[in-house]
């Protein structure tokens, strides 16, 4: 009797650690992708050298042939028919759910505990091969032939096309802000994957914007008493300002965690560094737990 005790209970201990072990496995980090980073616009001589695309308000994923990362490497966790079929191909892009919704695809790509519903109306746009040694423009293709070849309605390619001067990249960037679109990528044709910031590929947008780290809350006065008034915020070189505008009701009722990161908008700098007429944007990321 007590040996038959003995060996149920080795079973169910090795049970326990094949399940530990196997939750550990899905939350180890992956090594941080090796990825393309763009640079801000600078003015160039023949536009009609770079492929243009829309740049998409999502969240940035790699797919390393089996599973799906975030920028910072942390696993994604979706749906498996997500992504049923994909390729061995790694693959840079885009998780987006459309314009102006960057808020609903943070909340349904970051959740652990996988939200299907939500997962039916996100699709991966990818822009680039990382892995490919093609110059860009046959990378294009490589891509075009992929998509076709996988079929699948959760990958899709940003469609790439070309500009022939200035004028034209004036008009399509107002076009695509009055349209709630974020900007423009310009991708030079001739250029290989270049691991890192690079000027080869850069972004085009009507403002600039850049990340913060709340540090304090400020209250509110007039009508926004017992509301926030502004938050304190710190860049990551070390800048310390002010940000009390670009808030709706709901983000004033309950602002971004200190601690938390927020993206914000302005229009220069001041000699001191100090970016001028910051307005709040997004949450970037929060000390929240989400589910």
Not at 75 to 80: Q, T
Not at 140 to 164: E, G, H, T, W
Not at 260 to 277: D, V
């Amino acid at each position: 009797m007590l040996k038959h005790q003995i060996q149920a209970c080795k079973a169910i201990c090795l049970l326990l650690l094949l399940i530990c072990s196997s939750l550990g496995a899905q939350n180890i980090k992956q090594p941080k992708p090796a990825i393309q980073h763009a640079k801000t616009y600078k003015a160039v001589d023949e536009i009609k050298d770079y492929w243009l695309s829309e740049k998409l308000d999502g969240i940035r994923g790699y797919w390393n042939g089996k599973q799906l990362l975030t920028r910072q490497g942390n696993l994604i966790h979706s749906p498996e028919w997500f992504t049923q079929y994909w390729p061995e191909n790694t693959m840079d892009g885009e998780l987006w759910l459309g314009r102006g919704q960057f808020q609903p695809t943070l909340s349904c790509v970051m959740k652990i505990n996988i939200d299907e519903h939500c997962w039916h109306k996100v699709r991966f746009m990818i822009f680039d091969l990382p892995n490919s040694n093609e110059v860009f423009t046959l990378r294009i293709k490589a891509m075009q032939q992929l998509v076709k070849q996988i079929n699948s309605p959760y990958l899709l390619m940003i469609k790439q096309f070309k500009l022939q001067n200035s004028q034209q990249l004036d008009n399509k960037l107002n076009s695509i802000i009055a349209h709630q679109g974020e900007g423009l990528m310009l991708h030079r044709g001739n250029a290989h994957y270049h691991v890192g910031r690079t000027a080869n590929i850069m972004k085009l947008k009507k403002h600039q914007d850049a990340e913060a780290t709340v540090i304090a809350h400020i209250a509110g006065k007039g009508k926004y008493t017992g509301k926030l008034g502004a938050i304190k915020v710190k860049t990551p070189s070390g800048i310390v300002f002010k940000i009390g505008s670009g808030f709706n009701d709901a983000e004033r009722e309950t602002p971004p965690e200190i601690g938390s990161i927020i993206t914000y908008k302005y229009n220069g700098k001041t000699q001191a560094g100090i970016p001028r007429f910051a307005r709040f944007f997004r949450e970037k990321s929060s000390v929240r737990k989400r589910d």
